[in-house]
């Protein structure tokens, strides 16, 4: 009995949702467990119950093994960040990942139209999904996407598969995302750009399970990125602090203040929209402590050369397990330091990305632990 039989479609907003059938499983993996060791909270009391219970997945002591599935689905529609349509209109839930109710009706609604008059581009060349929730985050994009990609590519080892990527309005992250599919092999001949807006795939190719935002990231992950750090050498910083930029949220109400502190304690401050990516994996390869507000940025510890000790500094309300996950499958030690927050408006809106305060002395004596 097929996984469709067994799993029949559901109304989800009013839109049917359903599984790909065993048919089109492609490869199963086995992702290793692992475990894993709570991070070192400074100040947990300022977390807020739900927060707390948001982060549950850092308090879990052994990540078992558990599957990753690649599926091939034919003639199907995509749209927005990732959601995969079949031909009938129906939703396939592996696509789905952190979609609202308002994008999954839209996309629904465009992939309804352009089945009824068949407007939308063809692309013929089989292609792997490297497009999900959050696919204009860098650190989204180093994560979650580009480990998908170098799952499927590296096992099938075929010039002729290409590769589905959003299309990205952010200069640095496209240059980002170039250097990365050049460190990899990837072919500009075999790359596909689609907006939010359905294009149809002939054959794609769907990775489910390598992570679930918030709750999961799979140890296969780090193949990804230890192939492409191979043959990076550091500069011989020992200590790095990074630097948000300018008018990021989340960032310290006074960073400059933040800066000399963090170069008092020998730090070296790197300031990533200055670099280039690899200019940013070389200064941060050699780095026994790594420190900085909690932002995209703090990605690259994924590059670190060996074991280090990883310091964030984050609001008390953060609903964050990205950065500990990183650092528990990359062998770093992980502090996480929850402070106080500006009451000025957050420039998002979002109160948890409102400036970050601290107490200079504290932050001179988190920076000089070694």
Same mark, same amino acid.
Request: aromatic content about 6%; glycine content about 8%.
């Given at each position: 009995?097929?996984?469709?039989?067994?799993?029949?479609?559901?109304?989800?907003?009013?839109?049917? &949702?359903?599984?790909?059938?065993?048919?089109?499983?492609?490869?199963?993996?086995?992702?290793?467990?692992?475990?894993?060791?709570?991070?070192?909270? &400074?100040?947990?009391?300022?977390?807020?119950?739900?927060?707390?219970?948001?982060?549950?997945?850092?308090?879990?002591?052994?990540?078992?093994?558990? $599957?990753?599935?690649?599926?091939?689905?034919?003639?199907?529609?995509?749209?927005?960040?990732?959601?995969?349509?079949?031909?009938?209109?129906?939703?396939?839930?592996?696509?789905?990942?952190?979609?609202?109710?308002? #994008?999954?009706?839209?996309?629904?609604?465009?992939?309804?139209?352009?089945?009824?008059?068949?407007?939308?581009?063809?692309?013929?060349?089989?292609?792997?999904?490297?497009?999900?929730?959050?696919?204009?985050?860098?650190?989204?994009?180093?994560?979650?996407?580009?480990?998908?990609?170098?799952?499927?590519?590296?096992?099938?080892?075929?010039?002729?598969?290409?590769?589905?990527?959003?299309?990205?309005?952010?200069?640095?992250?496209?240059?980002?995302? #170039?250097?990365?599919?050049?460190?990899?092999?990837?072919?500009?001949?075999?790359?596909?750009?689609?907006?939010?807006?359905?294009?149809?795939?002939?054959?794609?190719?769907?990775?489910?399970?390598?992570?679930?935002?918030?709750?999961?990231?799979? $140890?296969?992950?780090?193949?990804?990125?230890?192939?492409?750090?191979?043959?990076?050498?550091?500069?011989? #910083?020992?200590?790095?602090?990074?630097?948000?930029?300018?008018?990021?949220?989340?960032?310290?109400?006074?960073?400059?203040?933040?800066?000399?502190?963090?170069?008092?304690?020998?730090?070296?401050?790197?300031?990533?929209?200055?670099?280039?990516?690899?200019? #940013?994996?070389?200064?941060?390869?050699?780095?026994?402590?790594?420190?900085?507000?909690?932002?995209?940025?703090?990605?690259?510890?994924?590059?670190?050369?060996?074991?280090?000790?990883?310091?964030?500094?984050?609001?008390?309300?953060?609903?964050?397990?990205?950065?500990?996950?990183?650092?528990?499958?990359?062998?770093?030690?992980?502090?996480?330091?929850?402070?106080?927050?500006?009451?000025?408006?957050? $420039?998002?809106?979002?109160?948890?990305?409102?400036?970050?305060?601290?107490?200079?002395?504290?932050?001179?004596?988190?920076?000089?632990?070694?």
């Amino acid at each position: 009995m097929s996984r469709e039989a067994r799993s029949p479609s559901r109304a989800v907003t009013g839109i049917h &949702v359903l599984d790909p059938p065993d048919s089109a499983l492609l490869m199963r993996i086995t992702s290793p467990g692992f475990e894993a060791t709570p991070p070192d909270i &400074v100040h947990p009391e300022r977390i807020p119950p739900d927060i707390w219970a948001a982060c549950a997945a850092q308090r879990q002591p052994v990540f078992a093994p558990r $599957p990753v599935s690649v599926w091939m689905l034919n003639d199907v529609h995509v749209a927005c960040e990732g959601l995969v349509f079949d031909r009938d209109g129906r939703l396939y839930r592996p696509s789905v990942t952190q979609h609202g109710p308002a #994008q999954i009706e839209w996309a629904a609604s465009a992939v309804r139209t352009v089945l009824a008059d068949g407007s939308a581009p063809l692309h013929d060349l089989p292609l792997v999904l490297g497009k999900k929730r959050g696919a204009m985050n860098y650190g989204h994009w180093l994560m979650e996407m580009l480990p998908m990609l170098h799952l499927v590519l590296s096992r099938l080892s075929d010039p002729g598969i290409g590769v589905l990527l959003h299309d990205v309005t952010d200069r640095r992250l496209g240059e980002v995302i #170039q250097t990365c599919l050049s460190r990899l092999d990837i072919a500009p001949a075999r790359v596909r750009i689609a907006d939010h807006r359905p294009v149809r795939v002939r054959t794609l190719l769907l990775v489910d399970g390598l992570t679930t935002h918030g709750t999961y990231m799979s $140890p296969l992950v780090r193949d990804c990125h230890h192939r492409l750090a191979h043959g990076i050498a550091g500069i011989g #910083q020992a200590r790095v602090f990074i630097a948000r930029g300018p008018n990021r949220a989340r960032d310290f109400a006074d960073p400059t203040a933040a800066e000399v502190l963090a170069r008092d304690a020998g730090y070296h401050v790197l300031h990533p929209g200055r670099l280039s990516f690899l200019q #940013q994996l070389a200064t941060i390869r050699d780095a026994r402590l790594v420190a900085g507000a909690m932002g995209a940025a703090m990605t690259t510890m994924a590059y670190l050369r060996g074991p280090a000790e990883v310091l964030t500094f984050a609001g008390a309300g953060m609903p964050d397990t990205f950065f500990w996950f990183i650092a528990t499958l990359f062998g770093h030690r992980y502090r996480e330091v929850r402070c106080l927050q500006s009451d000025d408006p957050a $420039p998002t809106g979002v109160s948890y990305d409102r400036a970050l305060l601290i107490d200079p002395a504290e932050m001179r004596r988190l920076l000089s632990v070694s």
